[in-house]
């Protein structure tokens, strides 16, 4: 659940890089809490209403947009391709088989030009993340 937290805690945070298990995690749970939500508007919808209707599933959508790119791009990033390959994914079949591939594949060894890699601890001090400094 804390890879699934710390997804949004970084809401828009499109640079640096996410291993495979902050997004996997993220898309599993993200896929668990869609089809509850699918369940609650259709039971909820068709008590009141009478027609389905998918508000807390739209609601959800809209919420989840920006985290899931930002991971997204971050997962990209950590396979040393750019942001701009989520662009592929508007190819039908074949763009959605290539960011697949890029997003199982391993996290490149040591740092590259969008970070260090963030399974390794990092010999360097840093400077703390933007989104982390004292105010």
């Given at each position: 659940?804390?890879w699934?937290?710390?997804?949004?805690?970084?809401y828009?945070?499109?640079?640096?890089?996410?291993?495979?298990?902050?997004?996997?995690?993220?898309?599993?749970?993200?896929?668990?809490?869609?089809?509850?939500?699918?369940?609650?508007?259709?039971?909820?919808?068709?008590?009141?209403?009478?027609?389905?209707?998918?508000?807390?599933?739209?609601?959800?959508?809209?919420?989840?947009?920006?985290?899931?790119?930002?991971?997204?791009?971050?997962?990209?990033?950590?396979?040393?391709?750019?942001?701009?390959?989520?662009?592929?994914?508007?190819?039908?079949?074949?763009?959605a088989?290539?960011?697949?591939?890029?997003?199982?594949?391993?996290?490149?060894?040591?740092?590259?030009?969008?970070?260090?890699?963030?399974?390794?601890?990092?010999?360097?001090?840093?400077?703390?993340?933007?989104?982390?400094?004292?105010?």
């Amino acid at each position: 659940m804390n890879w699934y937290l710390s997804v949004f805690r970084k809401y828009a945070v499109f640079s640096g890089r996410a291993r495979r298990r902050e997004y996997w995690y993220f898309v599993l749970f993200n896929i668990i809490v869609g089809v509850v939500l699918v369940c609650v508007d259709v039971v909820m919808s068709s008590a009141l209403f009478g027609s389905p209707m998918a508000f807390f599933t739209a609601l959800y959508g809209l919420a989840s947009f920006i985290p899931g790119t930002a991971v997204s791009v971050r997962r990209l990033h950590d396979t040393g391709h750019s942001g701009w390959g989520l662009f592929l994914g508007l190819i039908p079949f074949v763009g959605a088989i290539i960011l697949l591939v890029w997003d199982l594949q391993d996290s490149q060894p040591g740092d590259n030009r969008y970070g260090p890699n963030p399974k390794q601890p990092s010999t360097a001090s840093a400077p703390a993340a933007p989104w982390r400094q004292p105010v």
